[in-house]
């Protein structure tokens, strides 16, 4: 892990047993999707599309040094690490969206994120949103994964909500950001956060899960019972991107 990774390997914020992390104040990071009933996202891309957005809140200036979100970011770093999708449409995204945030777009997803607010303290206009409904489906199959860019692999034996599943990958997604120097960092960023999500067949997970790398052990709180969930593959690529501009609105 790089020098400033603030997740000490016996105080995960992704275990599952009691950590330290338990007895500082709680916070969780909300991501909304924006799903329309007649033009739903892409199940697939919806998922790579969370993952960026938890990247893109990371590395914003306004999470970092005297920025306006660092102080909740660095709270919310200290705890257990929690994320939580919901859904809108219509008025309700139209709401959300006027909230500080970022929202970064897909190929079909709309994900926006919002700075790390207290479990019992959600803004009104975004704890009305609806947990439940992010069942998605990818109209065709997902195309192979991108060789050159990291990729989060999925555990194929869970069967868990895209909402949840996006809150797996953004989890992924910042324990490879915890990996990385500062200079691979602005590397991935200037390339758009590329990164892929995919499930993995059962053999290759079997290899995955007894690796060295990155994985994600959820905690168990909702959907699934505690057990590995992501395994990240290829965050060393990052510094060999090419550049690219990331598409988000603030």
Do not use: Y
Not at 173 to 190: D, F, G, I, N, P
């Amino acid at each position: 892990m790089s020098s400033d990774d603030p997740t000490p390997a016996d105080d995960s914020p992704f275990r599952d047993e009691p950590t330290g992390r338990d007895e500082a104040r709680q916070f969780v990071l909300p991501l909304v999707v924006h799903i329309e009933k007649a033009a739903p996202p892409a199940r697939t891309d919806a998922l790579e599309t969370a993952a960026r957005a938890v990247l893109t809140i990371l590395s914003d200036e306004r999470s970092l040094g005297d920025g306006i979100w660092a102080r909740a970011m660095r709270d919310w770093q200290d705890a257990r690490i929690r994320k939580v999708v919901r859904r809108a449409r219509g008025a309700e995204w139209r709401r959300a969206e006027a909230l500080p945030g970022i929202t970064v777009t897909g190929r079909s997803a709309e994900v926006r994120v919002f700075p790390p607010v207290p479990l019992d303290g959600w803004p009104k206009d975004l704890a009305r949103l609806q947990v439940s409904g992010t069942d998605l489906d990818d109209p065709e199959p997902p195309a192979p994964a991108d060789p050159a860019a990291p990729v989060l692999w999925l555990n194929p034996e869970l069967d868990m909500s895209a909402g949840k599943t996006m809150a797996q990958t953004g989890h992924g997604a910042q324990l490879a950001w915890w990996e990385l120097s500062e200079k691979e960092r602005t590397a991935w960023r200037e390339a758009g956060f590329a990164l892929s999500v995919r499930t993995a067949d059962p053999a290759r997970w079997s290899e995955l899960s007894a690796s060295e790398l990155p994985l994600v052990r959820d905690a168990g709180f909702t959907e699934i019972a505690p057990g590995l969930t992501v395994a990240v593959e290829g965050h060393d690529r990052v510094g060999a991107l090419p550049h690219s501009v990331p598409d988000a609105a603030v």
